[in-house]
């Protein structure tokens, strides 16, 4: 038997979601820029799924841009900002200490052409202050982008705490929201983002599929030219099935709710506590234990590494780090960031 731990990396496709996803696929196929009664069906179920994504995260759905995931939900707000003909790779632009590569690297690219960068340091237990965010203000700072939880440690940042500073300076503020949403809620209104990034493969949606939330009145540059789909900000041939799994997957996740994430929560404390009962007090957790997503534990364990671990459970599916650093012999930013030796 396969014991799968490994939800922060990938989900499987909620059964209900290919079910309304399947019809896009096959019957109902058609390109939903064409004018005719297939193109109309595949723009009305576009524009449900746009609704539904909205809904899920407090915002409207003219603000919600369908993107292929994370990684170019981040590219879109970062470099659509300094790319803009009004300021072309001009300002400077803060990041957090462990940002994902889909928010690290367009930095370092923006940086290369002529940006000013910005890595604010954590605390120990992965949490970014709001006052070094204030301290790192310049008076050309564009954009903050600070990650609403940590794909690792799972430790959740003080986004709204973030945004009033931001929003008090004038400086746009963009939160990698991938692997929060889904797993805790996820308000664009409490939280004061200006973008927020989505992944359906991180909530059962497939693998693909994602939105940017972009704040109504903030214009971008597009990254791929081409007819103006999207608003203009992502030319190409919609991605209709897809979209509607992604707006049902985030329905399913916002119906599941409180309940769902006291559920996460009780499963991840029984299981630190059944390791500990194993292994005792060398056995040591990372991240903040209060303010953490309730799916999230991340432990050391002694004098074994965590891959030489794993080889001895081969039925266990779980992660000694992001799998975006997957076979890496190095720490991850994260584990360095929070002091953790090789």
């Not at 407090?58 to 995931?69: K, L, N, Q, R």
């Not at 630190?272 to 292994?279: A, E, H, P, T, V």
């Not at 590494?305 to 780090?321: D, K, V």
Request: glycine letters at 8%.
């Amino acid at each position: 038997m396969t014991i799968y731990l490994d939800h922060n990396a990938t989900t499987p496709l909620s059964a209900s979601v290919l079910a309304k996803a399947l019809p896009y696929l096959q019957s109902d196929f058609g390109n939903a820029s064409s004018n005719h009664a297939k193109g109309w069906k595949a723009k009305k179920a576009m524009e449900k799924a746009r609704e539904q994504v909205a809904l899920a995260i407090g915002a409207d759905p003219d603000e919600i841009v369908f993107t292929s995931g994370g990684s170019e939900s981040n590219n879109l707000a970062i470099k659509g900002i300094f790319l803009s003909e009004e300021h072309f790779c001009k300002g400077h632009m803060i990041i957090s200490c462990f940002e994902h590569a889909a928010v690290r690297e367009p930095a370092l690219y923006l940086q290369r052409l002529g940006v000013t960068l910005s890595v604010i340091p954590c605390s120990p237990l992965g949490t970014i202050h709001p006052i070094s965010v204030l301290a790192a203000l310049r008076p050309d700072t564009k954009l903050v982008s600070i990650m609403h939880a940590n794909n690792e440690i799972g430790t959740i940042q003080p986004i709204a705490d973030i945004a009033k500073i931001c929003r008090e300076h004038n400086v746009l503020l963009h939160t990698d929201a991938a692997q929060s949403v889904g797993k805790t809620p996820v308000n664009v209104q409490e939280l004061g983002v200006d973008f927020l990034s989505i992944a359906g493969h991180k909530l059962y949606a497939p693998k693909g599929i994602g939105a940017l939330y972009m704040r109504r009145g903030i214009d971008l540059q597009p990254l791929i030219h081409g007819v103006s789909h999207e608003r203009g900000l992502r030319a190409g041939t919609e991605n209709v099935a897809f979209q509607v799994a992604l707006g049902a997957a985030m329905e399913e996740v916002q119906q599941k709710g409180a309940r769902y994430a006291s559920h996460m929560s009780s499963l991840r404390d029984l299981l630190f506590s059944r390791l500990q009962d194993g292994i005792g007090s060398d056995l040591t957790q990372n991240g903040h234990h209060a303010k953490q997503l309730p799916n999230t534990l991340s432990v050391n364990f002694p004098r074994i590494t965590g891959m030489r671990l794993l080889q001895g459970a081969p039925e266990i599916c779980a992660s000694t780090s992001a799998a975006c650093h997957s076979g890496r012999s190095t720490q991850t930013v994260t584990q360095k960031a929070i002091g953790l030796s090789p």
